[in-house]
């Protein structure tokens, strides 16, 4: 049975626009929060298959989006190369012991996809309970989006950390990144094995980058992995999210399926810049959901600019945990029923 | 004498590119800790005028740039509307009773501008202070940056409270903006009054809002209130600078000076798009003045781009504590060296 998901991603015709949303397993749903109380950690639920499998599949049985996405966390990626990982809450991830120097990079251990084996496990189980048109999506995030992470070792607004690196001692970056992208594309390939249908790399912090950092320390690494996976797996749809970089599109280039736009990035300009060479995924605001007739103006305009055509649905950013599950609802059907239309 | 600076604001030819920093009064400068301990905390620093005035010329004396910026903060103007306002150390300001009805936004107070006589009074000082040859910039958040932190009441990573009115209630923030709006006018009226030779005005969250949300609840006020300083001050130049809108320059209209850009919207799509009709502000990544190598290459690329002409060197956001006064220096120093060659 075809995929509908699948299908828009490599721009066929569907008989409506699919569309999932980011972070559609998450705090907005009180089933996810009764697992979560149980997996007692946040940690604990990635590192749970059978419980992380139930968490991916409730927004599809809630909501009726047309693809699950793994539930699990970027962070587990330089968690299993070596890198002690917190979730502390009210505050989010931490490494206590951030990355330092060169001998600390060569330290990490390269057979950490290896070791995600709890995250193949989850893709098998929900794999086996998904419905057979709806689409498993695998992820990971972008070398850049992690090192920032690991050398960081939290959160920042000022980035001071990673941005010394680069501007001081770019090869410290460069040596991080190069040993990021073997373990992401061994990662991912274990991730498509395991039954992901898609995979989609997210570059959370590619916003942090002025345009010719952003290139050279973040794209030409994900453009790396994309074109692995797009060679090894050519039936896998890849999907490039680099978040916040409306000023950078007319230089993006690479072998990949999808580009995903968040809601800062006008999705006229999107279309008009890359939606020739790309399937366009994305992006209204997800804080239109607070209200329905906002989500209604929302959709309505996104549909106008793509049409049913090369397009799949989605925020333009993830599911705030204050928003309502029926307003979510509201939007999967909306968005069915107009495309159909359409 | 003429004001290099001002020239530059309209256009006119210069000997050289010319250039302030934003934030160049701040942390990263010795001489300003020291009158920041003397002041106690950083509000009482804003209420004294003689203090005020002597962080303002700090950096003009120690780097040479071109105009010098009156030290205040944005948030005077709620503060003196009737909001209380606190300053707390390692968080930021906060405004512990944040707007929530519409009762609360109508027992604003319409005149808080005429409240803000210490800023007018250190206007006056700095001016009677600085060279003739130096420009004084003074400034003031936009209606929807103001907005935002009295609804919020805090810096924000999600911008719930005020997104939910926005959706939910439009005609609530509306109400509140051009509230705002109207004491800006007379704000940015009365610092004129005391001498500042242009104004500014800082619309730090812009990015928070999605490209229609923008023009609706941001856009139109600023230009409203250019508008208004434009008619009744013409020789008085109006610089905006709205972060973070890279994708939506295609729309940027009114009747203002000089487009302010930040690092993340490249400098050629800022000429490119906006060049023709305004001066250009801008955009050095900050964090470049970690290293005077990656200063030279982003000064270089810079003036490369818009040589000397209809361009005011700055950085595309404000300085870092941690950077060191002798980068800066560097940097003033280079952009006049080499755009004096150009």
């Given at each position: 049975m075809n995929k509908i998901f699948i299908d828009a991603c490599f721009g066929k015709k569907t008989p409506y626009t699919p569309i999932w949303i980011m972070r559609q397993a998450g705090r907005y749903l009180p089933e996810y929060m009764e697992v979560r109380a149980k997996a007692g950690?946040?940690?604990?639920?990635?590192?749970?298959?059978?419980?992380?499998?139930?968490?991916?599949?409730?927004?599809?049985?809630?909501?009726?989006?047309?693809?699950?996405?793994?539930?699990?966390?970027?962070?587990?990626?330089?968690?299993?190369?070596?890198?002690?990982?917190?979730f502390i809450k009210g505050f989010g991830p931490k490494f206590p012991k951030p990355l330092e120097t060169?001998?600390?990079?060569?330290?990490?251990?390269?057979?950490?996809?290896?070791k995600l084996t709890y995250v193949y496990e989850t893709i098998?189980?929900?794999?086996?309970?998904?419905?057979?048109?709806?689409?498993?999506?695998?992820?990971?995030?972008?070398?850049?989006?992690?090192?920032?992470?690991?050398?960081?070792?939290?959160?920042?607004?000022?980035?001071a950390l990673v941005k010394k690196k680069i501007y001081q001692d770019p090869e410290f970056?460069?040596?991080?990144?190069?040993?990021?992208?073997?373990?992401?594309?061994?990662?991912?390939?274990?991730?498509?094995?395991?039954?992901?249908d898609a995979v989609q790399i997210f570059d959370s912090w590619a916003a942090a980058l002025e345009e010719d950092a952003f290139f050279e320390f973040s794209w030409k690494y994900m453009v790396e992995i994309a074109?692995?996976?797009?060679?090894?797996?050519?039936?896998?749809?890849?999907?490039?999210?680099?978040?916040?970089?409306?000023g950078y599109l007319d230089k993006i280039y690479g072998n990949f399926d999808v580009f995903c736009v968040d809601w800062a990035t006008p999705i006229e300009l999107a279309k008009e810049k890359l939606g020739d060479k790309y399937v366009i995924q994305g992006n209204m605001e997800p804080t239109r959901l607070y209200s329905q007739e906002a989500t209604k103006e929302g959709v309505e305009h996104?549909?106008?600019?793509?049409?049913?055509?090369?397009?799949?649905?989605?925020?333009?950013?993830g599911m705030l945990p204050d928003l309502k599950p029926e307003n979510a609802k509201y939007l999967v059907d909306l968005v069915h029923d107009l495309s159909k239309n359409s």
């Open positions: 950690n946040f940690l604990n639920l990635c590192h749970a298959p059978e419980m992380a499998c139930e968490v991916t599949l409730q927004p599809v049985e809630r909501l009726g989006v047309d693809a699950a996405i793994l539930f699990s966390d970027i962070l587990v990626v330089p968690n299993e190369m070596g890198m002690e990982l917190e060169r001998e600390e990079i060569e330290a990490l251990d390269m057979n950490g996809a290896e098998k189980k929900v794999r086996a309970k998904l419905a057979d048109d709806k689409a498993l999506i695998g992820f990971t995030g972008s070398p850049w989006t992690l090192a920032t992470y690991m050398i960081e070792g939290q959160g920042t607004k000022t980035y970056m460069h040596l991080l990144l190069c040993k990021l992208t073997e373990v992401v594309k061994e990662y991912l390939s274990k991730q498509i094995e395991a039954g992901a074109q692995y996976i797009k060679e090894k797996y050519p039936h896998v749809p890849v999907l490039l999210f680099p978040k916040g970089i409306a996104i549909l106008n600019v793509m049409g049913s055509k090369r397009h799949i649905f989605n925020l333009g950013h």
